[in-house]
């Protein structure tokens, strides 16, 4: 019980921080004004308050968001995004970061993606020891809890696509990131999934199970640029 009790508080009050040094997350440089400006002026319309920025070089490529209990949120832009992506995609970014914090419905289901993170960090030790065997063993005890997470994120993330104004901007952000098709895997891009804005594309009887959020977005997008056309 004391140990939970100590999981549970080190991940309310340090979860954030703890991703942030996971992924190596550095403050953006001030040479990206118009990201910085572009937060600042939107935060400011939409009343929500000092807003986090980072760039990381180890997270797969997208753009990431966390909103702690305590503390500012996060805005998380990989490398390629702040490097490649135009304007358009990364306003985009801001814009639906910034509208899952004044929402904040995401708190909770972030709180439960750390300590999830945080209970699933031995099945990626075993695997690097390849131990598969007790990397299944221990991936199904946990597999309800996974399910549970993973549904909360589905659902908030499903929320938030009915506030979306600007569809033809959303799908340019798709188009964008499906120019990088690497298959990124280990704890970090597990990890980094569960806070990404953009959820890669899923199939199968999970994800129909789950409403996959982004499968969701994909088919509404493709329909709306079919209409527009």
């Known amino acids: 019980m004391?140990?939970?009790l100590i999981l549970l508080l080190v991940t309310l009050l340090l979860g954030d921080r703890i991703f942030l040094v996971l992924i190596r997350a550095k403050a953006i440089e001030p040479k990206n004004q118009k990201v910085l400006y572009n937060l600042q002026n939107l935060s400011c319309l939409q009343e929500i308050g000092e807003v986090r920025v980072y760039v990381s070089f180890l997270v797969p490529v997208n753009a990431f968001c966390i909103h702690p209990f305590f503390g500012e949120p996060?805005?998380?832009?990989?490398?390629?995004?702040?490097e490649g992506a135009d304007d358009e995609v990364i306003s985009n970014s801001i814009e639906k970061a910034l509208g899952h914090f004044g929402q904040k419905k995401l708190r909770f289901p972030h709180f439960v993606a750390l300590l999830v993170s945080l209970l699933m960090l031995p099945k990626y030790w075993f695997e690097k020891l390849h131990l598969s065997y007790l990397a299944v063993v221990y991936s199904?005890?946990?597999?309800?809890?996974?399910?549970?997470?993973?549904?909360m994120l589905?659902?908030?993330?499903?929320?938030?696509l009915t506030d979306i104004q600007d569809h033809s901007t959303e799908l340019r952000v798709v188009y964008f990131l499906e120019r990088f098709t690497g298959n990124d895997v280990g704890y970090l891009a597990s990890l980094a999934e569960d806070f990404s804005l953009y959820p890669k594309r899923k199939t199968g009887l999970w994800s129909a199970l789950l409403s996959d959020h982004n499968t969701i977005t994909n088919s509404?997008?493709?329909?709306?640029?079919r209409k527009i056309r």
């Open 74 to 82: 996060c805005l998380i832009f990989s490398r390629e995004v702040i």
């Open 2 to 4: 004391v140990s939970a």
């Open 140 to 151: 199904y005890l946990f597999y309800p809890v996974i399910f549970v997470k993973d549904f």
């Open 154 to 160: 589905s659902v908030s993330r499903t929320n938030a």
């Open 220 to 225: 509404y997008l493709k329909w709306h640029e």
